[in-house]
């Protein structure tokens, strides 16, 4: 008997579970946290798109790499990918996941994945390095997001896809929310290092990985010292973009 798929469905009776976007009740579906109609809302990143950040470009492509949203950075990898964009349901489950202890909707955020075209391919034969956080704020938070999405992704993805935390944020760094771009790479220079007992392997193809693009500073200032570490094959990836 399946104990796991009666229980569920004895919650669904007696705790009927919300949509986190809209509030509405959530039948069965792909998704446990979002109802039908918000779940065709997602915008999901297909081809053609920005290689280095991996935004959809709509409409006429447009001459060489002028993607508006990463035209400052200077990648320290390689391809980066997006599963879709950071907006109406994808935010309510990246906020609830980030800001309401709702450590149940990493689920739903590998189901955007494994909806998203290409965006798992790119994630196999890979070590997915999550964007760490600093010791305070995965006390306060009780996990780290990134790493809860990594482990999901490798879960649908097959055991093609590994997760290791490589990385440490050594600087208690404010949000970076109301800050500029510039202000945003100052605040975190030095801000993260290697692991002490992380191990580098030449031959491997690592991919950073975070839930949210917004200007690229925190994937970029990771990748630097992964590069520094001995890494030579490195992309990112995220769910969101915006
Ligand atoms: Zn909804
Ligand atoms: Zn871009």
Same mark, same amino acid.
């Given at each position: 008997?399946?104990?796991g798929?009666w229980?569920?469905?004895?919650?669904?009776?007696?705790?009927?579970?919300?949509?986190?976007?809209?509030?509405?009740?959530?039948?069965?579906?792909?998704?446990?946290?979002?109802?039908?109609g918000?779940?065709?809302?997602?915008?999901?990143?297909?081809?053609?798109?920005?290689?280095?950040?991996?935004?959809?470009?709509f409409?006429?492509?447009?001459?060489?790499?002028?993607?508006?949203?990463?035209?400052?950075? +200077?990648? &320290? #990898?390689?391809?980066?990918?997006?599963?879709? %964009?950071?907006?109406?349901?994808?935010?309510? =489950?990246? *906020?609830?996941?980030?800001?309401? +202890?709702? &450590? #149940?909707?990493?689920?739903?955020?590998?189901? %955007?994945?494994v909806?998203?075209?290409?965006f =798992?391919? *790119?994630?196999?034969?890979?070590v997915?390095?999550?964007?760490?956080?600093?010791?305070?704020?995965?006390?306060?938070?009780?996990?780290?997001?990134?790493?809860?999405?990594?482990?999901?992704?490798?879960a649908?993805?097959?055991?093609?896809?590994r997760?290791?935390n490589?990385?440490?944020?050594?600087?208690?760094?404010p949000?970076?929310?109301?800050?500029?771009?510039?202000?945003?790479?100052?605040n975190?220079?030095n801000?993260f290092?290697?692991?002490g007992?992380?191990?580098?392997?030449?031959?491997?193809?690592y991919?950073?990985?975070?839930?949210?693009?917004t200007?690229?500073?925190?994937?970029?200032a990771c990748?630097k010292?992964?590069?520094?570490s001995?890494?030579?094959?490195?992309?990112?990836?995220?769910?969101?973009h915006?």
């Open positions: 008997m399946d104990l798929g229980l569920d469905g004895f919650f669904d009776v007696f705790f009927p579970r919300s949509c986190v976007s809209c509030g509405k009740v959530v039948e069965a579906g792909d998704f446990r946290h979002l109802c039908a918000c779940g065709r809302r997602v915008v999901y990143a297909g081809s053609p798109r920005c290689d280095t950040c991996g935004y959809p470009i409409g006429a492509v447009e001459s060489g790499r002028s993607c508006p949203h990463c035209l400052h950075l +200077r990648p &320290e #990898y390689r391809v980066g990918r997006t599963a879709c %964009l950071f907006q109406g349901p994808v935010r309510a =489950l990246v *906020h609830a996941l980030k800001y309401e +202890r709702a &450590e #149940y909707v990493a689920r739903d955020l590998s189901i %955007l994945a909806h998203s075209p290409g =798992l391919d *790119h994630l196999r034969g890979a997915l390095v999550p964007v760490p956080l600093h010791r305070r704020k995965l006390r306060e938070r009780g996990y780290n997001q990134s790493e809860l999405i990594a482990r999901r992704l490798s649908v993805g097959g055991s093609s896809i997760v290791e490589l990385l440490e944020r050594v600087v208690d760094t949000s970076q929310t109301h800050y500029s771009r510039k202000d945003r790479q100052t975190l220079k801000a290092a290697l692991a007992n992380a191990a580098i392997m030449a031959d491997t193809r991919v950073l990985l975070d839930d949210v693009f200007t690229g500073s925190t994937l970029n990748a010292v992964l590069r520094r001995g890494v030579k094959d490195l992309d990112i990836a995220t769910i969101g915006g």
